[in-house]
Structures are given as structure tokens and as C-alpha cells.
């Protein structure tokens, strides 16, 4: 009868050194003395918590070194734009010393059409697909080659335009205008028909958001025409208005050196810390086009060197050198971002040492102290199988005896 009464203590005792050496065999194999919640339902919430900031920093740290790379690209654009506009000056000067001849002026002009294009270039620079100076429309290149007249599709299916024919209510034509470095913008209401996109277009003319005399008139082939009066002027027009069809460039309306801005003024941002948003671009516009204008004073530059007078060679030069100027002024706050950057990288490093060192003395195990266990727990464990071997078969034999 004491033999019998044993098993379950017998049982119980395997049950509880199995469950210890299993326990033990655990922590020596993940390192941690915190397996499951039930282990210690404390420094498991605890760590549910810290996992989650963990999470935080991590996703910090990718948008850090993401942003890093573009910035740092988009400032060695602008580096290569200021070496640009500082080769320009130099030509410049060159061309209004009063003893350049016409044939060099012409020669030197040419060099600056080739400052242009690189400098168009670096505005139209791209980091892992996306354009970096066009605001929030990086998908597609914010300069565009502007020309002085756009049509609009002709729709065999439609009868020819004609100016009280109603617009799509919704839709939007836009007109980027390269010497104003300005872009207007026309969203349909309801109601509103072509004539009210020409009012308005010629209005955007008068306020000087569009070169003068730019007009939007139907042509004889009963299109929509946008234009400006001058060959000199060039406007780049897109339209997603299915009255009037796509807008294309005529052909040969082309202007030479001229090239308008379709991006937006929009500044993006990301987030790199809990309290912590950064601005992570420079909008083509206010970097190329407002102020001095970058690619309005190079353009003109060329034109004073084709045509002008060493006064107006000069005159183009010194706008030149402004627009030299405000380029440098519009980097300063890039570079100051990245200098952030760079503090906030370093900064996430360390938090993260320090959520990784949190994270260890709430779950992890002394490894010492671990081994130590294990030995122990499966001491004991041989210890309760060697006494189990020893009642549990003779209990058995009990139970199977006839009676």
C-alpha cells in the first residue's frame, strides 16, 4: 500500500524535473530566461513595449540613411550647378571685355549653351527613380523644352472646337511659362467653357504670371491654340481635359535655350525621430527659377552674346552672378539637413544600444548561471528516474498480478 501511495508522488516529481530540465535546456539555447509570457508576465509587457520602440527606431534609421542618400545627392547637383553658373560668369566676363571679337562672342556663346544643358541636367537629377527637385511630382522631369505654341488634339469622333463648348468639369490645363519661370493654372467648374480658359489665360498674360500676349484662341482646323506672341517666348502646356485632347507642341515652335518648370512648389518630409520631421527637398522652382532666375539668366546671357552689347554682355553676367548667389543661399538649409542627419543617425544608433542592452536584462539569461541550472536540473533528473525505476515497475507488477 506505501508502494502504491508513492506513484503519484513519483509521477509528480518526473513531471516537475522534466518541466525544470526542459526549462533549463530552453534558456541555454535561446539565451533567454524569458521563453513566454507566463515566465514573467512583467518583463514580458515590458519587452512588448521596448520591442515596439525598437520597431520605431528601426524604421527611423531606414528613413535616415533613404534620406541621407538623396539629399546628398541632390546636393551634389546643386554643386555641379554652382560650378556651372561659375564657368558661365567667367565666359561672361570674358565676352563683355570690349576686345572679344564677334566670332569669339559667338563661340563663347555656344560654351554657355552647354552650361545650360548641364545645368537643365543636374535640375532633372533622379535618385533611384525619383526626381528630386520637382516638389511632389517626382515621377516625371520638372524642366521640360518650352515652345511658343501648343495644340490641342484633334478628336476625329468631335465636331471642331468652338468657345462656348463646355469643359470638363474637374479637369485642369496648366500653362509653365519659361521667362516668367511662373505656372498658371485652370481648374474647370461646371459650366465653364473654352472661352472662359482664353479669358483666363489672357488675364494670367496681363497679371504676368505668363509672358505677355500669350493667348488661347481656335484655330482654323477648329482646335484649341495656346501660344505666346513672341518666338523668343516658350510655354511648356499640359491638359487632362478630355474636350480638348492632349496638348502637343507644334512643330517647329521650339524655342532654343528655353525650358519651363511643371513641377510644384511642394515640400515633402519624413519622420526620423518621435518628435522629429525633416524636410527632405528643395522645389525646382524656388532653386532654378525664382529670384535672379538660374535658367532665365543663362538664356539671357546667350542672347546678349548672340546680339547685345559688351553693356549688355555684362549686365547678363552680373544677373548671373545673383542668381549664383541665391542658389548658394537656397543650399545652405540642404546642407544644414544633412549635417541633422547625420546627428540623427548617430543618435538612433545609440538608442538602439541602449533598447538592445533593455531588452537583454528584461528576457536574457547569465549564460554562467544558465549552464550551471542545467547541470543541476539534470542532476535532479536522474535522480527521480533512478528512484522511478525503481517503484514504478514493482507498482505495475502489483497491478497486473492475478488476484
Known amino acids: 500500500m506505501r508502494v502504491a501511495n508513492m506513484v503519484p508522488d513519483v509521477q509528480y516529481a518526473m513531471q516537475q524535473s522534466q518541466q525544470a530540465l526542459s526549462s533549463a535546456l530552453q534558456q541555454v539555447s535561446t539565451g533567454l530566461r524569458v521563453n513566454q509570457p507566463s515566465d514573467d508576465p512583467a518583463a514580458a ?4 513595449s521596448s520591442l515596439a520602440e525598437s520597431a520605431n527606431v528601426d524604421q527611423y534609421t531606414s528613413n535616415v540613411s533613404s534620406v541621407t542618400s538623396q539629399m546628398q545627392t541632390a546636393d551634389s547637383a546643386i554643386s ?9 560668369i567667367t565666359m561672361g566676363t570674358s565676352g563683355a571685355s570690349g576686345t572679344t571679337s564677334a566670332a569669339n562672342k559667338q563661340a563663347i556663346a555656344t560654351q554657355v549653351e552647354g552650361v545650360l544643358s548641364s545645368v537643365i541636367s543636374q535640375a532633372n537629377t533622379s535618385f533611384q527613380g525619383v526626381y528630386l527637385f520637382g516638389g511632389s511630382a517626382t515621377s516625371t522631369p520638372p524642366f521640360v523644352a518650352a515652345s511658343s505654341a501648343y495644340t490641342s488634339a484633334q478628336v476625329s469622333t468631335s465636331p471642331p472646337l468652338t468657345a462656348t463648348l463646355p469643359l470638363t468639369a474637374g479637369s485642369v490645363t496648366t500653362v509653365s511659362d519659361a521667362s516668367t519661370g511662373k505656372t498658371f493654372v485652370f481648374v474647370v467648374t461646371a459650366g465653364e467653357t473654352i472661352s472662359d480658359l482664353s479669358a483666363a489665360i489672357a488675364g494670367a498674360a496681363t497679371a504676368g504670371t505668363l509672358s505677355a500676349g500669350t493667348t488661347a484662341t481656335i484655330n482654323a482646323t477648329g482646335q484649341l491654340q495656346i501660344g505666346t506672341n513672341s518666338s523668343a517666348d516658350g510655354i511648356v502646356v499640359t491638359s487632362n481635359d478630355p474636350v480638348l485632347g492632349a496638348m502637343s507642341a507644334d512643330s517647329g515652335t521650339g524655342v532654343a535655350n528655353a525650358y519651363a518648370y511643371v513641377g510644384n512648389s511642394s515640400v515633402n518630409s519624413v519622420k526620423v525621430g518621435d518628435s522629429m520631421t525633416i524636410a527632405t527637398n528643395v522645389p525646382g522652382d524656388q532653386l532654378f527659377t525664382s529670384g535672379t532666375n538660374v535658367v532665365g539668366s543663362l538664356n ?3 542672347t546678349a552674346l548672340h546680339t547685345g552689347t559688351d553693356a549688355q554682355i555684362g549686365a547678363a553676367t552680373a544677373a548671373v552672378s545673383t542668381a549664383l548667389n541665391d ?4 543650399r545652405v538649409p540642404l546642407d544644414n539637413t544633412i549635417s541633422e542627419l547625420n546627428s540623427q543617425d548617430s543618435y538612433l544608433s545609440q538608442e538602439k544600444l541602449t533598447l538592445t542592452t533593455q531588452e537583454t536584462s528584461l528576457v536574457g539569461v547569465n549564460l554562467a548561471t544558465a549552464a550551471t541550472n542545467l547541470s543541476e536540473a539534470e542532476t535532479a533528473n536522474s535522480a527521480v528516474l533512478a528512484v522511478a525505476s525503481k517503484v514504478l515497475p514493482e507498482t505495475l507488477l502489483n497491478y ?3 488476484g
Not at 542658389?327 to 537656397?330: D, K, L
Open 80 to 88: 555641379s550647378v554652382v560650378t556651372s553658373l561659375n564657368a558661365a
Open 400 to 402: 497486473l498480478a492475478p
Open 45 to 48: 509587457a515590458n519587452m512588448v
Open 300 to 302: 539671357s546671357l546667350i
Open 327 to 330: 542658389v548658394g543661399e537656397q
